[in-house]
Structure formats: C-alpha cells, structure tokens
C-alpha cells in the first residue's frame, strides 16, 4: 500500500499564528512518531503514539505544541503562537508495533516557515 | 541518554569507488538495535541497513555493509561501487528504549563525483 504521507508539504505562517500539521501513516500501523528536523541537523524526537494514545510526549518543547492522534490512524500536530524558532521540517514516522526494534518508515515532511 | 556521533559532516567519493561513513554511539545497555537512514533531497528518510548489536556478522545489503565494533560502540557504514544516486544525508540512529523513538547523529552529507 502507499507510504506515510504528510500534508501540507509546505507551510508559510506569520509569527504568532497557529497551525496544524497532518500526517497519514501507513495501515495497520499503530506506532506513529514526530520528530522536528532543524537546518543541517538530524531530526530530534517530539512525540510517540501507541495506538490513539500518547505513550511518550517528553520531546515536545513546550506547551504550544500538541498532537493527537483519535482514532489510532491519522495524527495532526498543532503549534500555537508560532514563533520563528518553530522553523522546521516536521516529520512523521510509523512502525507496525513500536518497539525499538522495528524499521520505521518516514513521510517526506512539512516544512514549516515562520516569518 | 544514548548519543550518536557523526564526526564527518561532509564526505566525497567518486562513482564506482568505495567510501566509509563513521559514526559512534554511546549506551550502557548490551543488546540493541542501530541503523543507517538515507535522506536524499527529497527529504524522505529510508532505512539503508540494520544490525543487531548480539550479532556477532556485521549486516550487509547489496553494496551497503556496516562494520560493527561493539565494545568500540562504533558503527560504521561502507558503500562499495557508489552510483551517482547514493548522493544524499546519511544518518547513523540509535533506538531509544526508553523513549521509544530513534536518536539520530547530526548526519554526513555526501556527495558523488562523477
């Protein structure tokens, strides 16, 4: 079947601003991830989903960020009050079970612009 | 907390030469999972290769082989015959156990002459 697809592939917002990021895993996943890709860096863990509950939020920067995920498929990051450090590529990842062990599998990302 | 090093930002090779990429990682458990991911310009990360830290045979994928040095907690990634389409990001990932998500390496780019 198709690959993990994320929408939108761009996004320009002006400071301040709110926005939501989608993302589209693979069926029949229930382990899904977020991770923030700055310039020139690998990307660094936000949040993990078990199912539609969020096993591991520990990475999320701070309270302006959330995700959900409410029927264990689709997930939407939210960012509130977006501030030009939010400036990012925003990727989502799947597995089949989530242990540490499994190969994830990556959506080409959505790149955030705050200006 | 785990930590993966890529202490080589930016690597060249020539087409159909070979080229090593470093990486090393930091961990007090004793079985575990590393990975290589390409992320070509397009920005999708793909898994190259895989080893499993209580295998004693370093994994190998075609022309992708790691050598594995466990008590060095070295990871290694060979390319042997590189085509011009194996110019990308290259990032050496670490499960965390604990968070359940990958820690990456801060990447080596790389680029194929022709």
């Known amino acids: 079947g198709a690959g993990v697809s994320q929408t939108p592939s761009n996004k320009v917002t002006e400071k301040g601003k709110y926005v939501e990021l989608r993302c589209d895993p693979i069926?029949?996943?229930?382990?899904l991830y977020w991770y923030r890709q700055s310039l020139g860096q690998g990307p660094e863990f936000l949040i993990y989903?078990?199912?539609?509950?969020?096993?591991?939020d520990s990475g999320l920067p701070n309270d302006r960020f959330f995700a959900v995920r409410p029927e264990g498929s689709v997930s939407t990051l939210k960012i509130q009050r977006t501030e030009r450090g939010d400036s990012a590529v925003y990727l989502c990842?799947?597995?089949?079970?989530?242990?540490?062990?499994?190969?994830?599998?990556f959506g080409p990302g959505t790149r955030l612009t705050v200006l | 907390a785990q930590t993966v090093t890529q202490s080589q930002p930016e690597m060249s090779v020539q087409e159909a030469e070979t080229v090593t990429l470093s990486c090393t990682y930091d961990t007090s458990e004793s079985d575990y999972y590393l990975f290589w991911y390409k992320q070509p310009p397009s920005r999708q990360m793909i898994l190259v290769i895989r080893?499993?830290?209580?295998?004693?045979q370093n994994a190998t994928e075609n022309r992708f082989s790691v050598n594995f040095q466990k008590a060095a907690k070295s990871f290694s990634l060979k390319i042997s015959d590189s085509q011009l389409g194996d110019a990308a990001m290259y990032f050496c990932?670490?499960?965390?156990?604990?968070?359940?998500?990958?820690?990456f390496g801060s990447g080596t780019r790389l680029q194929v002459q022709p």
């Open positions: 069926s029949g996943h229930t382990a």
């Open positions: 990932a670490y499960p965390d156990t604990g968070r359940r998500a990958l820690t």
């Open positions: 080893q499993e830290a209580y295998k004693q």
């Open positions: 989903f078990q199912g539609t509950g969020a096993a591991d």
């Open positions: 990842a799947s597995s089949a079970f989530g242990t540490p062990y499994n190969e994830q599998f």
